[in-house]
């Protein structure tokens, strides 16, 4: 069992900046690919970004250029570092472990709220 802890959310201004922490226990932290989704009020959820094990990543268009996927084995925590926020980035942010097509485990999530 593989648990999440996020934290680094908070209130912040427009063009500011944040950085989040995905903190993971019970696992084998390198073998899982993870991501970071958010979900913005009366929105589904959607994905903001992915690394592989390998340290492949992948960025949602609306992000690209301003958001960064990280991920630290020896601290089992991945990290999404955001600039250049927008309001429409505010929603909870929330990261997955995942591996083969059936295993995944979430984070209780943590709220970005982004004043214009």
């Known amino acids: 069992q593989v648990q999440l802890v996020e934290s680094g959310g908070g209130l912040v201004q427009a063009g500011g900046s944040l950085r989040l922490s995905c903190a993971a226990s019970?696992?084998?932290?390198?073998?899982?690919?993870h991501g970071w989704y958010r979900q913005a009020p009366g929105k589904q959820r959607e994905l903001v970004a992915t690394i592989s094990q390998s340290g492949n990543t992948n960025y949602a268009d609306s992000v690209k250029g301003r958001f960064t996927i990280s991920r630290d084995n020896t601290k089992n925590t991945i990290y999404l570092q955001m600039n250049s926020l927008k309001p429409e980035d505010t929603a909870v942010y929330s990261c997955?472990?995942?591996?083969?097509?059936?295993?995944?485990?979430w984070g209780q999530g943590t709220q970005v709220t982004v004043s214009s």
């Open positions: 019970g696992g084998t932290f390198s073998t899982y690919d």
């Open positions: 997955k472990a995942s591996k083969f097509s059936h295993i995944e485990y």
